[in-house]
């Protein structure tokens, strides 16, 4: 296994608050043993030293592939639901990933009538680009089967996909079961066929349904992939430049948290921030921390005055730099979200379970969130803010 410097650093995901003694939310899940999910994969089918990767990836909802160049058909994450997915990242510079690749043939011509499926990413750094067409040559002489494409180079504020799953090496596999969880990462190539055997024994469960009806989002059945793919993510790492407000008390450990994105010069945006301050009494009630995250762009005397307004001393925390779009945030850029200003409730792991919300719909999603630790089916009576649910009852 070729490795590489690691993406990500931290095995937490923690957003830091506070200004002089900082009050910490923290993203970790439930783990098995020594933080590591209860897979049911021996520890002698992985890699050497993707404890990581277990431990941050296992049991979270897959992210969109973002950003890869696919040859053929574009695939997708969300319309493979019902089918195990196997994603290996590979490159052409990196001489295990031929072998890899031989495994990757075999094991779909297996599988493939059994409702799996094979993804390749190419490494999309600038030294894969460089052997990407050599790449798609070892491919047609490998005889590869399957959906082929070069990972995005992460550019206009989106992450690569390698960079969403935290790769820092090649071969690197994901396996993703029927409702869309990673269930494996940094497995052996010589291990996956044996993995998909046993998720393939699984009983296959109900449908996936989402956890809350479409009407509690800002835009409905429209509302953007990109946010929907959201949920199910933890929460990256994020470490804000600066606070605006007093942020004492305002955000209490392990505890629910409600994260409006904020544009100061947006009144649909300040609006939104209005309609969660009205909020306050359910949030203080329920132990929910509101926070809202400007842009590293945005006028401090504009935050100071929002911060200030009404009797609730908001906190709001601006957003590091992103080198590839210097006008979306770095925490923005890294979930992909651009120039949306979208409200996203946070579980108690750190796992982000509603994104997009609208603002009048978050109270009674706090309520379902700090009352269900796991995600579930959310009914048409709980929603009281949102309007008729347009769900149908299975």
């Known amino acids: 296994m070729y490795r590489l410097a690691p993406v990500r650093s931290n095995s937490r995901h923690v957003l830091l608050c506070g200004l002089v003694a900082a009050a910490v939310l923290v993203g970790a899940r439930p783990a098995a043993g020594q933080g590591v999910p209860a897979s049911g994969f021996p520890a002698s089918w992985y890699f050497e030293g993707s404890l990581s990767h277990r431990r941050n990836l296992e049991d979270t909802r897959a992210p969109e592939l973002a950003g890869v160049e696919w040859e053929g058909a574009a695939q997708s994450l969300r319309a493979l639901r019902g089918k195990i997915v196997v994603i290996d990242f590979w490159a052409a510079w990196c001489p295990p990933c031929r072998a890899a690749l031989l495994h990757d043939v075999d094991m779909y011509r297996r599988f493939r009538d059994r409702g799996v499926v094979v993804l390749g990413v190419h490494d999309g750094s600038q030294a894969g680009r460089d052997v990407w067409q050599m790449g798609k040559a070892l491919a047609a002489?490998?005889?590869?089967?399957?959906?082929?494409?070069?990972?995005?180079?992460?550019?206009?504020?989106?992450?690569?996909?390698?960079?969403?799953?935290?790769?820092?090496?090649?071969?690197?596999?994901?396996?993703?079961?029927?409702?869309?969880?990673?269930?494996?990462?940094?497995?052996?190539?010589?291990?996956?066929?044996?993995?998909?055997?046993?998720?393939?024994?699984?009983?296959?469960?109900?449908?996936?349904?989402?956890?809350?009806?479409?009407?509690?989002?800002?835009?409905?059945?429209?509302?953007?992939?990109?946010?929907?793919?959201?949920?199910?993510?933890?929460?990256?790492?994020?470490?804000?430049?600066?606070?605006?407000?007093?942020?004492?008390?305002?955000?209490?450990?392990?505890?629910?948290?409600?994260?409006?994105?904020?544009?100061?010069?947006?009144?649909?945006?300040?609006?939104?921030?209005?309609?969660?301050?009205?909020?306050?009494?359910?949030?203080?009630?329920?132990?929910?921390?509101?926070?809202?995250?400007?842009?590293?762009?945005?006028?401090?005397?504009?935050?100071?005055?929002?911060?200030?307004?009404?009797?609730?001393?908001?906190?709001?925390?601006?957003?590091?730099?992103?080198?590839?779009?210097?006008?979306?945030?770095?925490?923005?850029?890294?979930?992909?979200?651009?120039?949306?200003?979208?409200?996203?409730?946070?579980?108690?792991?750190?796992?982000?379970?509603?994104?997009?919300?609208k603002p009048d719909a978050v109270a009674d999603v706090v309520r379902h969130v700090s009352k269900h630790e796991e995600p579930t089916l959310m009914s048409a009576t709980s929603a009281r803010a949102t309007g008729p649910d347009r769900r149908t009852t299975p």
């Open 141 to 357: 002489e490998l005889g590869v089967n399957f959906p082929i494409g070069l990972e995005g180079d992460g550019s206009a504020g989106r992450p690569s996909a390698g960079a969403q799953y935290n790769r820092a090496s090649f071969p690197f596999y994901v396996i993703v079961d029927r409702a869309g969880v990673i269930r494996a990462a940094g497995l052996t190539p010589a291990r996956v066929a044996d993995a998909v055997e046993m998720l393939l024994a699984e009983q296959i469960g109900d449908p996936v349904v989402a956890e809350f009806p479409s009407n509690v989002y800002a835009g409905g059945d429209a509302r953007p992939t990109t946010l929907q793919t959201l949920e199910g993510r933890t929460l990256p790492d994020f470490t804000p430049t600066d606070w605006v407000g007093d942020t004492r008390g305002a955000v209490a450990a392990d505890g629910v948290y409600v994260i409006q994105f904020l544009t100061p010069g947006s009144a649909i945006s300040v609006n939104a921030m209005r309609r969660l301050v009205e909020q306050r009494a359910v949030f203080e009630e329920l132990g929910v921390s509101y926070v809202a995250i400007a842009g590293p762009g945005a006028d401090r005397s504009i935050l100071t005055e929002l911060a200030r307004s009404g009797t609730w001393s908001i906190p709001i925390a601006v957003d590091a730099p992103n080198n590839g779009t210097p006008a979306v945030g770095r925490m923005a850029g890294s979930l992909g979200i651009g120039a949306i200003d979208p409200i996203i409730v946070v579980d108690r792991r750190g796992v982000i379970r509603a994104a997009g919300l």
